[in-house]
RNA sequence: GGGCGGGUACCGAAGUGGUCAAACGGGGCUGACUGUAGAUCAGCAGGCUUUACGCCUACAGGGGUUCGAAUCCUCUCCCGCCCA
């Protein structure tokens, strides 16, 4: 495999490929831009791909350029807008771009990069440049775009500024002079106009390569936030390991190959044995997020994880460590009572139902009727289905 | 600026005067089973209480009609479409 072959193997587009994969022959030391929007302070699984990409291409001595949208991200991201969001404030943005490097450092080469922000262009912009930056592109060349079409026939609002995303970003690539653009598929739209930008601005176009997008844990749409189907980056790995084990089976090798190092041949020698039913899917599963988690948080970690889960999910054990709750001491409990103070439900009514369903347990005993008051021992564990469990105490 | 259509629970979406705390689907929670928080099947679904077909709060917001309103009227706010 050739040097340009194996930078990049497994993706699903570049634009122009035969061009790019010249420069990467020639030994040039590419500027590889990457830019995210500090709009929400969390990174997720999602965003670890093109991230695990740029790892691979610092290695082979190329420079990411990591833009940090702190423009965009302050006049406030309009997509999947149910209200008038409040704009972020610049502090705000500025939190969210230092936990977003952080993060971004746990996998990508913090001594390989040149990180800049938008504001170190657009806070100068006057209204000239802002026309002119407008000629670059046609109403008909934006509206065109995929998402706008469908908004606009399912009848959801499309702002005017949204129409100014695709320009903004692109000329973030005549900024920093980009030499190639990595993005998700999804930013195919953007990335191209990037090119058009550079041209109206008298700079080469950039190369174009983007990375596909990763299923959320749902196994339909891609991981977002704000769809509730992301892992993020920074969630202790506990919770991770038990969110890519919700994952469906389907999707087992999907992650395997985007988020972890596994080669083709590992790839197709898991595929054999599950489709032969030689491996549990489940150990499977098991194996994918140890070293999604590991490669993370570390092997130690990844490890303490799996243990954990098995113990508490198909041991059905309580989990190794129980929040302990100080509770004043009392004769006897209402069930409900002592479910709300141990903060396990959000209202005695949900209590009461939680107890009808059979889901609560106190000191291994299976509450049979919330009408029956309880006494509570000190030390006591309170359970509510098979993973939340508090400890009581005396206080 | 003009015309039209909308705003219902976490999301989508029924409901056009009482039997609506509000169908159905998704998501969520719980149980059974299992191979995992996966799959499948079942249950739950505002709050409070003396757990009763009791009370309070709720169908964008205010005001009104009515014995009674998510449903009718009115004003306000918000959104979409078409025309200009």
Not at 29 to 56: C, E, N, Q
Not at 240 to 248: D, I, K, N, V, Y
Request: net charge negative.
């Amino acid at each position: 495999m050739s040097r340009a072959q194996e930078l990049l193997r497994g993706l699903v587009n570049c634009e122009s490929r035969p061009h790019l994969e010249r420069r990467l022959e020639s030994g040039e030391r590419l500027r590889v831009k990457w830019g995210i929007d500090p709009s929400a302070p969390d990174l997720h699984l999602g965003h670890t791909v093109p991230m695990r990409l740029l790892r691979r291409w610092q290695a082979a001595g190329h420079l990411p350029v990591l833009v940090i949208g702190d423009y965009t991200a302050r006049i406030g991201d309009p997509s999947g807008r149910s209200a008038t969001r409040p704009q972020l404030r610049t502090e705000q943005v500025e939190a969210n771009a230092r936990t977003y490097l952080d993060q971004l450092f746990c996998v990508v080469d913090p001594d390989q990069v040149e990180v800049r922000r938008q504001s170190e262009w657009y806070d100068g912009f006057d209204l000239a440049q802002v026309l002119r930056l407008a000629n670059a592109a046609t109403v008909a060349q934006l509206l065109q775009r995929a998402d706008f079409e469908q908004r606009m026939r399912a009848r959801l609002p499309v702002g005017v500024h949204e129409l100014f995303y695709p320009l903004l970003q692109g000329y973030d690539s005549v900024a920093v002079e980009a030499d190639v653009e990595l993005g998700g598929s999804d930013q195919l739209f953007n990335l191209l106009r990037g090119r058009e930008v550079q041209i109206a601005y008298g700079q080469p176009p950039q190369d174009i390569v983007t990375v596909p997008l990763l299923e959320g844990l749902d196994g339909e749409r891609k991981m977002s936030k704000s769809l509730g189907n992301a892992v993020a980056v920074a969630d202790p790995p506990e919770q991770q390991f038990g969110q890519l084990m919700s994952l469906p089976d389907q999707l087992i090798l999907r992650y395997l190959e985007l988020l972890t190092d596994a080669s083709p041949e590992q790839l197709s020698e898991l595929r054999r044995e599950l489709d032969l039913e030689r491996l549990n899917p489940r150990d499977a599963k098991a194996s994918m997020a140890q070293l999604v988690v590991s490669g993370l948080h570390g092997e130690a970690a990844a490890l303490a994880a799996r243990e954990e889960f098995f113990r508490v999910h198909r041991d059905h054990q309580l989990p190794s460590r129980v929040a302990e709750v100080r509770l004043p001491a009392r004769p006897q409990w209402d069930p409900r009572d002592l479910l709300v103070a141990a903060e396990l439900a959000r209202s005695r009514s949900e209590a009461g139902r939680l107890v009808s369903a059979g889901a609560v347990q106190l000191g291994g005993s299976r509450l049979a009727d919330w009408r029956r008051p309880v006494t509570v021992e000190a030390g006591d564990v309170l359970q509510v289905g098979s993973h939340r469990a508090v400890r009581l105490l005396p206080g």
